[in-house]
């Protein structure tokens, strides 16, 4: 993940600036009960003095910008910065801008002591950045990034830098798009909307689909969740295409994307999960749109439920979801889905291909995998199956036996002739193994993914 410096940021704030854009205030202080050779500064072997209770006194000073930050005090988080350079003042100022739009519950830096290096007459140190957003994150975000001090001529530090690219590339963390561009947030209960300059127009049609998102998706999931989400709305695809393991690897084939943010502790946590919309659905809102958010609040709502479980099923269900507040009529189908069933189907489709170039037709053949259980055996048989998939070393096939009386075969060639049955019906099969049944179906379900305008049939 590249990011560009922050000090080269221009007046505009358009380029990049780092999670914590950090500057100190620091006065050279030791507590009363010190000696004076403690309290008495110190020089290395080139004659540099260095203060005594740095550590201390670097701590000091981020508390105190913390508070100001949570207090919306912006000239006092941008005490000591170095004046001297307008565009690191600037990007400071524009991340203060995007970080007092933000519900903070919790805002706090931590020194970590043992990171610090001096570099002539300056000073390296990492710095913990915790992070909570209030009715949103249940815990607190924790990211680490570098900050380069240096002393000024009346016993002050000031933070000269907060840019090091060697370190960031060794330490990677995912910036959230208030952490590197300006963004609009735009908030209601349950929704925050991160949008920029050019993408803000949509918010407010975009929210109302949210916040009804959120009411449907939360009477088809049975499991307990926040009824909330934080969603980056944003007018390209420069925060999509940082995160890691993207589906397909190419941000210009996904409409939308369900990602975890991380606690940044060594246990890897999830502390919550969002979503991204790519910025061409900004423009289209209507019932392919309103579905695909109810598609990634499914992911939302089953968080790490759908962790271990095989990509067919996460992404079936969330498409089974997605379209249960739709008529049949409404309910379609990629076409490439429907030729894959026509075609004959040997299996589930597997997680190491699920996103190749054949995925709208994964996720169709997955959604109606799910949507025969749900005819044959109920809608609590695809909870039940998740929660038993989801468990470590669980066999698939195993599994389905168990539950169900299915193998993966098996399944995969009857939810195809459910799909021929509802969208194909006259379909006359060469292969006999995919007849469709005698009798149709009344339960069909669309597809999520990136599919062209044309290449979808309907009921």
Same mark, same amino acid.
């Given at each position: 993940?590249?990011?560009?410096?922050?000090?080269?940021?221009?007046?505009?704030?358009?380029?990049?600036?780092?999670?914590?854009?950090?500057?100190?205030?620091?006065?050279?202080?030791?507590?009363?009960?010190?000696?004076?050779? *403690?309290?008495?500064?110190?020089?290395?072997?080139?004659?540099?003095?260095?203060? @005594?209770?740095?550590?201390?006194?670097?701590?000091?000073?981020?508390?105190?910008?913390?508070?100001?930050?949570?207090?919306?005090?912006?000239?006092?988080?941008?005490?000591?910065?170095? *004046?001297?350079?307008?565009?690191?003042?600037?990007?400071?100022?524009? $991340?203060?801008?995007?970080?007092?739009?933000?519900?903070?519950?919790?805002?706090?830096?931590?020194?970590? *002591?043992?990171?610090?290096?001096?570099?002539?007459?300056?000073? #390296?140190?990492?710095?913990?950045?915790?992070?909570?957003?209030?009715?949103?994150?249940?815990?607190?975000?924790?990211?680490?990034?570098?900050?380069?001090?240096?002393?000024?001529?009346?016993?002050?530090?000031?933070?000269?830098?907060?840019?090091?690219?060697?370190?960031?590339?060794?330490?990677?963390?995912?910036?959230? @798009?208030?952490?590197?561009?300006?963004?609009?947030? *735009?908030?209601?209960?349950?929704?925050?909307?991160?949008?920029?300059?050019?993408?803000?127009?949509?918010?407010?049609?975009?929210?109302?689909?949210?916040?009804?998102?959120?009411?449907?998706?939360?009477?088809?999931? @049975?499991?307990? #969740?926040?009824?909330?989400?934080?969603?980056?709305?944003?007018?390209?695809?420069?925060?999509?295409?940082?995160?890691?393991?993207?589906?397909?690897?190419?941000?210009?084939?996904?409409?939308?994307?369900?990602?975890?943010?991380?606690?940044?502790?060594?246990?890897?946590?999830? /502390?919550?999960?969002?979503?991204?919309?790519?910025?061409?659905?900004?423009?289209?809102?209507?019932?392919?749109?309103?579905?695909?958010?109810?598609?990634?609040?499914?992911?939302?709502?089953?968080?790490?439920?759908?962790?271990?479980?095989?990509?067919?099923?996460?992404?079936?269900?969330?498409? #089974?979801?997605?379209?249960?507040?739709?008529?049949?009529?409404?309910?379609?189908?990629?076409?490439?889905?429907?030729?894959?069933?026509?075609?004959? /189907?040997?299996?589930?489709?597997?997680?190491?291909?699920?996103?190749?170039?054949?995925?709208?037709?994964?996720?169709?053949?997955?959604?109606?995998?799910?949507? $025969?259980?749900?005819?044959?055996?109920?809608?609590?048989?695809? #909870?039940?199956?998740?929660?038993?998939? =989801?468990?470590?070393?669980?066999?698939?096939?195993?599994?389905?036996?168990?539950?169900?009386?299915?193998?993966?075969?098996?399944?995969?060639?009857?939810?195809?002739?459910?799909?021929? =049955?509802?969208?194909?019906?006259?379909?006359? @099969?060469?292969?006999?193994?995919?007849?469709?049944?005698?009798?149709?179906?009344?339960?069909?379900?669309?597809?999520?993914?990136?599919?062209?305008?044309?290449?979808?049939?309907?009921?």
């Amino acid at each position: 993940m590249s990011i560009i410096p922050a000090e080269r940021w221009p007046a505009r704030f358009a380029t990049a600036v780092l999670c914590s854009l950090l500057v100190l205030s620091l006065p050279a202080c030791s507590d009363s009960s010190s000696t004076s050779e *403690r309290s008495a500064p110190t020089t290395d072997a080139s004659g540099i003095e260095v203060p @005594p209770d740095l550590a201390e006194a670097f701590t000091a000073t981020l508390e105190e910008r913390a508070t100001a930050l949570l207090t919306r005090d912006k000239e006092g988080f941008l005490t000591g910065i170095d *004046r001297a350079d307008p565009g690191f003042v600037t990007a400071q100022g524009g $991340y203060y801008d995007n970080l007092a739009q933000l519900p903070l519950g919790q805002f706090a830096y931590d020194l970590d *002591r043992s990171s610090m290096v001096r570099e002539d007459d300056q000073y #390296w140190v990492v710095v913990e950045v915790t992070m909570q957003l209030e009715q949103f994150d249940p815990q607190p975000v924790v990211t680490r990034d570098r900050f380069r001090f240096a002393p000024k001529q009346d016993d002050r530090f000031v933070v000269s830098s907060v840019t090091d690219p060697e370190w960031e590339s060794a330490n990677d963390q995912q910036k959230q @798009p208030w952490d590197v561009v300006p963004v609009l947030a *735009r908030a209601r209960p349950g929704v925050l909307g991160i949008f920029d300059k050019a993408s803000v127009a949509a918010a407010e049609p975009l929210m109302d689909s949210i916040e009804q998102g959120i009411g449907n998706v939360s009477a088809t999931v @049975p499991y307990e #969740w926040r009824d909330s989400v934080v969603v980056y709305a944003l007018s390209d695809t420069k925060f999509l295409a940082s995160l890691d393991d993207l589906p397909g690897g190419d941000p210009e084939k996904l409409d939308g994307v369900a990602f975890p943010v991380m606690a940044g502790d060594e246990e890897g946590r999830v /502390v919550a999960t969002r979503f991204a919309l790519h910025p061409s659905m900004l423009g289209q809102p209507g019932t392919e749109r309103d579905r695909l958010i109810r598609h990634e609040l499914t992911h939302v709502a089953l968080g790490q439920r759908d962790d271990r479980a095989p990509a067919w099923l996460s992404e079936g269900i969330a498409e #089974w979801v997605s379209v249960q507040p739709l008529p049949p009529e409404l309910r379609r189908l990629p076409q490439d889905a429907l030729g894959e069933a026509e075609a004959g /189907v040997r299996g589930l489709p597997g997680d190491g291909t699920f996103n190749d170039a054949g995925s709208s037709a994964n996720y169709g053949l997955s959604w109606w995998a799910c949507e $025969y259980l749900v005819a044959g055996f109920g809608a609590e048989s695809l #909870w039940r199956l998740l929660e038993e998939l =989801n468990r470590p070393g669980a066999v698939q096939d195993d599994v389905l036996e168990s539950l169900v009386g299915l193998s993966s075969r098996m399944l995969a060639r009857r939810g195809a002739k459910m799909m021929i =049955n509802e969208y194909d019906p006259g379909f006359l @099969p060469s292969d006999p193994a995919v007849t469709p049944p005698a009798t149709s179906t009344d339960a069909p379900t669309a597809a999520t993914g990136p599919t062209e305008p044309g290449n979808i049939v309907s009921p």
